[in-house]
């Protein structure tokens, strides 16, 4: 596709989509478009045709500039004109599958029929195993204590150079989806001052992790430790850019390893006690016992929140048990400047309230992993996509009643909700939670209408493709190089799709699975559809649901 465009508008809308790391990098070339400058009808050609990249000079004013957008291949990324030729010579094997697949589906569509009515002793059956299979993995109260630690704690260190910003939980830690093992969501606010775009984004984030990392300001210097062993990174080149902490051997600290002692090396030893309650509150930090030992002081702080304060507000300070660093710093987390998360978590917690669904809904995330459709690593479903999925199933089956998303402000949203407490088991329990996943699974395999319905929770009703414009097998546009897909189709309720790098503007909300090419979503269908006809043999082992 070409398009035509003035230079200095391509500039300024690519630049919201490319890194400021490319800064001095033509961002056509970055995000995979080829440029093509022609001259006018009216003006005579130049000798050049091609404006220098790295210079990022506007080029003649007789040039007019145009885009070609190259489509990209599913199976090996490369982008050229000639797709299919290419497709046909290169991957015949993998369409071959594709084409055994699209067989396969429309056999065990034929093989496959709606329950109304699941039978008692098989929702019962799955029920239970649900339970046996959630209840030791679902978060509990400790796990979300220590990630509501680590938010408290990140969030002072964010003020440390924003002050008055707010850090929101988002995620599975809201909506109750979480477990044990779950990474911890982050959104920041600075100031009730939202960024529109990665331009603005990239310069905080970048900040932030260069002051994460100062030798100068963060305990795990001072206790002897380098930023590279508690994994911290920045993610800047991507659609949504993140800093991050993942730990490189992926442990993570239990509630018996609570740093709240730290050490203060007094410069008057006789007085070490004194002078140790003296910094403390200088510094504002709440603190119980200070007792001596040899030459220093040891301080035992109220929370672990008060210890990271500490630590990071005074000089002449370490941690007492430097194999037991501050939750912020042993804990997986990612923290992004975009807060549409922390409205749809919000909004997804309140369908989830009934703990039989919440149940069931956290078996469908470890089902979807377990049969590999979950992983967007690779262009699959993502967890949010799948807990869009099992909401729009609810809805449509009258289980819960529709919520408008606009009722759901971020003004209304608490920064770190009340912890979920874990539902209890009985039989009629476990009945409901299995009528719930069995339901689910069967809507996807037997009802949902993959040709032309959208998964979509604004207005409760049925949404066609047709009717906000996702018909196209592949988008005219691309999202920082790659084709967008329509195959699966699941609206977000709040954020909305970014503009073309060309100006044109795109229907409505973001697909969640624009990712999502032909062969993978026909790979997700059979799942469903494979799922459902093993669910209802009895000799069915749970290892291949679970």
């Not at 990098?25 to 790295?54: Q, Y």
């Amino acid at each position: 596709m070409i398009v035509n465009s003035s230079r200095g508008d391509r500039d300024e809308t690519l630049y919201r989509l490319v890194s400021i790391e490319d800064k001095g990098k033509d961002p056509l070339e970055v995000l995979g478009i080829k440029e093509v400058l022609l001259p006018s009808a009216k003006s005579p050609p130049t000798p050049s045709g091609r404006s220098s990249s790295a210079s990022m000079s506007p080029p003649p004013s007789n040039y007019r500039t145009e885009w070609v957008y190259q489509p990209s291949c599913e199976y090996c990324g490369k982008q050229m004109a000639e797709l299919e030729v290419h497709m046909q010579e290169a991957h015949y094997l993998q369409l071959a599958e594709l084409q055994k697949l699209e067989i396969s589906l429309n056999h065990k569509r034929q093989h496959s029929e709606r329950h109304h009515n699941i039978d008692k002793e098989l929702k019962a059956r799955w029920g239970t195993v649900i339970a046996r299979v959630v209840t030791p993995v679902i978060e509990d109260k400790t796990s979300y204590g220590m990630r509501k630690i680590a938010l408290e704690s990140l969030q002072f260190l964010v003020r440390n150079l924003y002050p008055g910003a707010k850090v929101y939980l988002f995620g599975s830690g809201v909506t109750g989806l979480a477990v044990k093992e779950s990474d911890t969501d982050a959104a920041l606010d600075i100031n009730d001052d939202r960024c529109s775009n990665v331009a603005e984004e990239i310069p905080i984030l970048d900040n932030l992790y260069n002051t994460f990392t100062s030798d100068q300001r963060h305990p795990w210097v001072i206790a002897g430790h380098g930023h590279e062993d508690f994994g911290l990174k920045k993610i800047l080149r991507t659609r949504v850019p993140i800093v991050g902490n993942s730990p490189s051997d992926g442990s993570t600290r239990t509630a018996a390893q609570v740093s709240k002692v730290v050490v203060y090396h007094p410069s008057d030893i006789e007085n070490s006690e004194e002078e140790a309650k003296m910094v403390a509150t200088e510094a504002g930090v709440a603190y119980g016992a200070v007792k001596r030992e040899g030459d220093r002081a040891l301080v035992t702080c109220t929370t672990e929140v008060e210890a990271v304060k500490f630590l990071t507000k005074c000089n002449r300070v370490e941690l007492n048990n430097k194999k037991a660093p501050p939750l912020v710093y042993t804990t997986r987390w990612d923290m992004s400047c975009r807060l549409f998360g922390v409205r749809n978590s919000n909004l997804l917690r309140m369908y989830l309230q009934k703990p039989h669904l919440r149940m069931a809904a956290v078996a469908v995330k470890i089902w979807s992993k377990k049969v590999k459709i979950n992983d967007p690593r690779v262009g699959l479903l993502s967890s949010y996509a799948v807990a869009l999925m099992f909401v729009y199933y609810l809805i449509h089956t009258k289980q819960v009643e529709h919520i408008d998303p606009e009722s759901v402000q971020l003004e209304t949203c608490p920064q770190i909700p009340d912890f979920i407490p874990p539902p209890r088991h009985n039989p009629e329990f476990s009945e409901k939670v299995g009528e719930a996943f069995l339901g689910f699974v069967n809507y996807y395999a037997c009802v949902f209408n993959w040709e032309d319905d959208v998964i979509a929770i604004n207005t409760g009703e049925v949404v066609k493709k047709q009717s906000i414009g996702w018909t196209s097998e592949h988008a005219i546009h691309v999202d920082r190089g790659n084709s967008v897909h329509y195959y699966i189709r699941i609206q977000d309720p709040y954020e909305l799709a970014d503009p073309t790098p060309w100006g044109d503007e795109r229907p409505g909300h973001l697909n969640v699975t624009r990712k999502i090419t032909k062969h993978r979503a026909l790979k997700v269908h059979c799942t469903f559809i494979k799922t459902w006809n093993s669910l209802k043999l009895p000799e069915t082992k749970v290892q291949t649901i679970f």
